[in-house]
């Protein structure tokens, strides 16, 4: 196949196929299925679909799993909802084998979650892409998903949606845009049909508007597009700009084509090696169209207050990200290292004010049940507002989470370390980066070794646990600078021993990436182009030596396809939609090394080499990302890029205490109040500790509220704790005057084999302990009375589950002995079958009973003196009621004790063959029982006579004076659960 043949795949187009594949499959799922599951809290509801006036997907190239806990998707959604009429679904890259499972079955591997309507069936695709080797995906997705992977073919088809992409590493992404024309491909072009380059809150909007427009008015996808420039910030059409390749080298050198790479006192002796052929390169942008800007300038909100931080994400049923929300508190950074993207797309630094951050994090906190609270920024501790900050975050949320911070301003403010230390960080991450001073300046780090060392004196003195500080390697290492960090390292291990700290120190070293849009987008690759295997032996060898962890962060091959598809044109398109499509390679946080090879044939097939694209660049140097703009100006970049192979920086512009700052003159302050609030900036001061040791204190006055949930079949593959957050959710959302004191998700029912969707896969009954912060009003907000009152609304919040009952204050969580459970088959096991299978399992399992027939039921009934230790204390199998409309026509009842593993359980009745079907069982938790404290005192059953030797604890009560075997008559469960309803 060339790719003059790719067709789209034949995918299913019908939502409704879809849905009855998922029934049927999800059960051969990664994950039970759970990721293509949709439907959670804070999702749009699948019936607006059909009504809705624009249909939006956003697209992830990554797995629902890899991407839980990033907020870039879910921001997008939340920026989409706020077009009137709109609808929102998402879509993720299927995991490995569910990739084949899909392909086999025809089901678009892009496909909304929630609603299950294929990628077609949508107006507007939104690709979310956070970085450069997600792009390897994207081929293989538009494809599979029975979309053209060319705009040309796109564009005359109305019924495929428009593609935009955006995110994080929208700048580099020039390798989608070609292929070019004199590359023999015909007219096709453009992975994606436009870009949205830099910060998407005001421009998703925009855009969607106009297409919402042109859609109503009946406008061509053309028309469409064409209307967003101007109109849409940050809009880059591609194919709007003729990106031109001729010969360069010694043939053009009279012409002036021959770069003149780096200055005669460079460093850089290496970039000799790759001398220039007669080759191909870029030598100019030009614009098609009079009406697209030129360069397009990226997307910038300067005034955070404007703008929403992320509030309603969806809750993903995913553990990690549970109950854990980010809130950006700044956008950008001050600093200026140069190898740092973030550092040269975002700026200039901005911060958003306490008052917008309070109402971000009490919307956030209610939408997603959170107890934790992570600040986003880039390095926290420049935030003006950072001590009011956590003294209010602190006291309305249980944990706050600061990810990373500068040591330089660490060094200076050991409160900070004491503040830390109360509200019970105890893991800190910093950067360090170069290895030694020299490298730290040809980073532009502005870190002296002082400063770290003081940094670290504050944080070993102060008990900190954890410690991890990233290094880059440069390929410049030289034995100064390793013999200057050993000397470092053995002054930290020595710190250590005289603070009597037990820290753990772990160093991580990354190849240096050479980013574009910064000053080393004009360096040589050389961390690429040499494996730094040698840098990384010596780095963890003195590591090791001082009793330091070491971990290496990325592989060679990672390095090197980042680097080759970040700095690639669109001459590489070819061999993306080759390595995708034809050759079927899908990028899963991994590449092996024969990929690379497999990279080196394509570029030698196109005639193009990676010497080409890893060598010194000129100053004048054509980069394929030259028709954008995102604030900083090549000029700037080269004379920075100038000082790093000096090795020489100059101070970043953020005003600090006895710092007089400078703007550095790097253009991306629009005016001159802005350059001064960045170069005046000056942090809050400190509050008094005690105010915080006050809070803290409080802390440990809570109230407890215990809420009795039903869970829904539907649910039963999402963890327990999941259930308990969006309870914790569907109350503040509903009485939104307790979010400030809701502290957390305290106890909840744990199901005896962990807490993952395929060991736990039970619904019904399950209960919920939540915390509130014990403070004078939350007693007249939760109370029974008004607790029943507001019902009928936290119920309006619970998809998926019901609230059944509640309690205040009901003491610890519930000691759970024995659970009642039904279980439902939805399988071709015949009744015969289970008893057969019922009896060999209670005989694997030592327990002793006799078989009883009655009528409908067929009873397992344990011996008495066997009840003690036996797993199963009692079993029985009835008719199910046809009311209750159950998927097989009989039920079985079953007592088990704590120790009852599920998993084994069902192996015996579906044995190993079908073992992957066994989360399709029904199992639904009826009632929970405690142990007779004293045996002495128990009564006996007026109906079998035996003691009495459980106590009821939730759900299903006894019958009155029986015992718990004697109460699990299907007529008496089935009048309570009436009851309930
Ligand atoms: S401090 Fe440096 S590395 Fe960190 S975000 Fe700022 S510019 Fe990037
Ligand atoms: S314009 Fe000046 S103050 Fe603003 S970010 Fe650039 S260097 Fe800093």
Known sequence: MTLLDIKPYPCLRSSQDIKRWYEENYHLLSLGGLWLKGGEPNTMDAALFTQATLRFLVCRLSTYRDVSVSISHSLIAQIAQEVKGIFVDFAFLPPPKDMEIMNASKIPLWLGTTTKEPACAFDVLGISN????????????????GIPIFKNDRMIRPDIPLIILGGANAAVTSVLHGPIKDQGFENNYGLVDAVIIGEGEHAIKQFLEIVKEGKSLGLS????????????????????YEHQYTMIGQNYSEQGLVEKPFPSSSLCEKETKIPLSNEKGLVGIVPREPYVSYPVKGAIVYNLDQIKTMESCPLWYDPESLGTGSLQISNGCPCFCAFCAESWERKPYRERSLPKLLEGLRSAKAHQGLDTVNLLSFNFNTHEELYPMILSFYEETANISLKSQ????????????????????????????????????????????????????????????????????????????????????????????????????????????????????????????????????????????????????????????????????RRLTPALVRSSIMDGFTYYNNIPNQIIKTWRTYLTELGLSEGHYFRAKGKDHIFPWDDIDLGISKKFLWEEYERSIHFTERDYCLGRPQVEAQCLGCSACPTGAQIKKITGHKASQ??????????????????????????????????????????????????PDIVPYYHSLSGHLRDFDGDKATTDFTYGINVYDLAFLSKERIGELLNHESLSQKLADIQQHCRGFRIKEFAL???????????????HWNTDFTRS?????????????????TLLKKKDRTIFKVDAKNKKSAVVLHTEINTTNPLEKLDAEFSVFMIVAKRFDIQTFLETFYGFERRRELIRTKIEALGYYGKYPDLQKSIRCISCGDYIQETFLAGQPFIERHCLMCSIKSEYISQYQQKLR
């Open 833 to 849: 079958f289970i008893e057969q299978k019922m009896g060999e399992y209670l005989h694997a399992h030592y327990v002793k009973h």
């Open 130 to 145: 956070s970085f450069v080797l997600e792009l390897l995906n994207l081929p293989g997705l538009l494809h599979f998903s």
């Open 686 to 735: 400190p509050f008094l500790l005690e105010e915080l040791h006050r809070i803290s204190e409080n802390k440990r006055n809570r109230i407890i509220v215990r809420l009795i949930a039903g869970i829904e079949p539907s649910m039963r593959l999402v963890s327990k704790r999941f259930i308990g957050i969006a309870v914790a959710r569907a109350l503040m959302l509903a009485i």
């Open 406 to 569: 500068r040591f330089d301003l660490l060094s200076t403010d050991r409160f900070l370390v004491e503040v830390l230390q109360i509200i019970g960080k105890t893991t800190v991450s910093c950067g360090m980066e170069g290895i030694s001073e020299r490298l730290r300046r040809y980073l532009h780090k502005n870190l002296t070794e002082e400063q770290v060392y003081k940094a670290c004196e504050f944080l070993f003195e102060r008990g900190i646990r954890e410690l991890k500080i990233f290094l880059i390697s440069t390929g410049l290492e030289q034995e100064e600078d390793f013999s200057e960090f050993g000397r470092f390292v053995k002054r930290l291990a020595d710190l250590k021993s005289m603070c009597s700290s037990n820290v753990r120190i772990i160093f991580s070293l990354t190849p240096l990436y050479y980013s574009p849009h910064t000053p080393l987008e004009f360096h040589t690759c050389i961390t690429v182009l040499e494996d730094t295997k040698k840098i990384r032996k010596k780095v963890e060898h003195i590591c090791k030596l001082h009793g330091m962890e070491f971990r290496e962060s990325a592989s060679h091959e990672e390095s090197w396809l980042t680097q080759l598809l970040a700095m690639g044109d």
């Open 221 to 240: 996808k053309t028309e469409i597009l064409n209307s967003c420039h101007g109109k849409v910030d940050g809009f880059y059409e591609p194919d709007k």
């Open 809 to 823: 204050n009901p003491g610890d969580i519930l000691d759970v002995k024995y659970i009642l459970y039904r279980v």
